[in-house]
């Protein structure tokens, strides 16, 4: 064999063979190429070796004394998944082959080999080994990014959406989403997709109250060319490009009573044509839609057909407002701080405690969306390592969310003055409001924590009782 240079990826390479002569011919070549190479004679001294290191690819004979190198494949595909197999055989047979790479073999080769097919099948299994440790890194990224961790809150109603969210999302169950916007349906419909087995198919959006009904039609079925004036071309639909996937659509709600129709056809049977087309189209997709409407007036009133609304409504996930979790404030704050840092460069440490307290006192209409860009304009604009009360927009440092049937109770957040109204009922809403974290709910309510844990054992209130009531 013949040594030369070579641009292929360099990698680390077991040769197993109970011939000395062959065994060193091949690491002679192999190492020729630039790869790290280390031989055995045998299964037995194969596997002490691969035990000792990780081996990104194993070059065995078939036939080995002690045992054959399909008992050596199915070791490596047990105790080290990620090392690539390639036998070889004086013997090879179709069957052969066939049988090696049904037991999980990259390829398998019969002797004497020529260098280049040699180079070319270790250069195959050295590359497809790359492309996978890429798209595990990639789908690691994916699931950091879209996954359940992507989505902060501890507060005790994102706990029970988490719990939901798990059990339905490796499922083909249709999924309901509601909530105001800027919560982050489309953040929660994205992790139900990642946490499926359907994640490495495609995830397909569609903004359904961005588009007029008559384009919402094409953009979902498709087209055939000349159904329409502009319609110059076949168009294949979002339903299409999203088989054997999961899509998205947001304000679903918007949809016209036509399009309602077929959507309902979609949800049934798995099937539709496009416009202006009469060919049928199977599709297996995972549906999960948003809105921010009430869905269950929009029934009442008809805008909104009833057996539609029935067929969507499997599982029900509400998304809860900012304004209704502002203990998970600042772990939102940490977190898109970090991220706008990267972005600009900038290095801002932390929001003031004051700052987090306004933060915390707003009412957030814009909710998690609105919190993100306030975060942003603060780290762009900031002169300093930290964020104070005079950094955030006037709009949120002169207003107090705390709403005024609760200040008028509670009198400027102190709870001796409306020892009038109903304690418990005060006490409830003000730790609900905080994320039931007590020591903010004692500074909201003017009293040490002491003097809360007391009331809310006075009055038999628990996070547990409270999580089940609602």
């Known amino acids: 064999m013949t040594t030369g240079a070579s641009s292929m990826t360099q990698g680390s ?25 280390e031989t055995a004679d045998s299964c037995r001294d194969a596997i002490g070796r691969m035990a000792e290191f990780p081996f990104e690819l194993v070059i065995s004979e078939a036939n080995l004394p002690d045992q054959d190198g399909f008992y050596l494949l199915e070791w490596v595909g047990e105790n080290c998944p990620d090392t690539s197999v390639i036998l070889t055989t004086e013997f090879g047979t179709i069957e052969n082959a066939v049988e090696a790479i049904r037991a999980g073999a990259f390829d398998y080769l019969t002797k004497p080999m020529i260098d ?11 590359g497809q080994r790359k492309i996978l440790a890429e798209n595990k890194n990639l789908k690691a990224q994916l699931d950091q990014r879209f996954g359940l961790g992507s989505i902060i809150g501890q507060d005790y109603k994102m706990l ?30 994205r992790a139900i997709h990642q946490l499926s087995s359907r994640a490495d198919k495609p995830f397909v959006e569609v903004a359904c109250g961005a588009l007029p009904d008559s384009l919402l039609e094409s953009e979902l079925f498709g087209h055939k060319a000349g159904s329409f004036t502009g319609a110059t071309h076949d168009k294949i639909g979002k339903f299409l490009q999203a088989d054997g996937g999961t899509i998205f ?45 009430n869905s269950e007036e929009m029934v009442a009133s008809g805008e909104f057909r009833q057996d539609l609304y029935y067929r ?27 991220e706008f840092n990267e972005q600009t460069g900038k290095q801002v440490e932390r929001f003031s405690e004051d700052a987090l307290n306004v933060l915390q006192q707003y009412d957030w209409p814009g909710n998690v969306r609105e919190l993100i860009n306030v975060i942003e304009r603060a780290v762009v604009l900031a002169k300093g390592s930290v964020v104070n009360v005079e950094d955030l927009p006037e709009t949120i440092s002169q207003a107090s969310r705390i709403p005024g049937s609760l200040q008028a109770r509670i009198s400027a957040a102190n709870l001796k003055s409306a020892l009038a109204a109903p304690e418990r009922e005060i006490i409830i809403e003000a730790l609900e409001r905080n994320g039931w974290n007590r020591q903010n709910t004692a500074k909201l309510l003017g009293i040490n924590r002491t003097t809360l844990y007391k009331k809310m054992k006075k009055y038999g209130i628990e996070f547990e009782t409270q999580m089940l009531s609602t």
Not at 13 to 37: K, T
Not at 161 to 182: H, N, Q, W
Not at 312 to 338: K, M, S
Request: zero cysteines.
């Open 13 to 37: 390479l077991l040769v197993v063979d109970h011939d000395r002569d062959l065994v060193e011919a091949l690491a002679d070549y192999l190492r020729g190429l630039g790869h790290r190479i």
């Open 116 to 126: 280049e097919e040699l180079k070319f099948a270790v250069e195959r299994a050295l």
């Open 160 to 189: 029970k959406m988490f719990d939901l969210l798990e059990s339905v999302a490796d499922t083909r169950t249709t999924v309901l989403i509601l909530g105001e916007s800027g919560t982050g349906k489309t953040m929660t419909a």
């Open 249 to 293: 659509l947001d304000e679903i709600a918007t949809a016209s009573p036509s399009l309602q129709v077929k959507l309902l056809r979609v949800l049934q049977d798995r099937e539709f044509e496009p416009v202006g087309g009469s060919e049928t189209h199977k599709v297996d997709v995972r549906l999960v839609l948003a809105t921010h409407a």
């Open 312 to 338: 969507i409504n499997v599982i029900t996930l509400t998304q809860p407002a900012l304004r209704e979790r502002i203990g998970d404030i600042p772990a939102l704050v940490d977190h898109f701080l970090h």
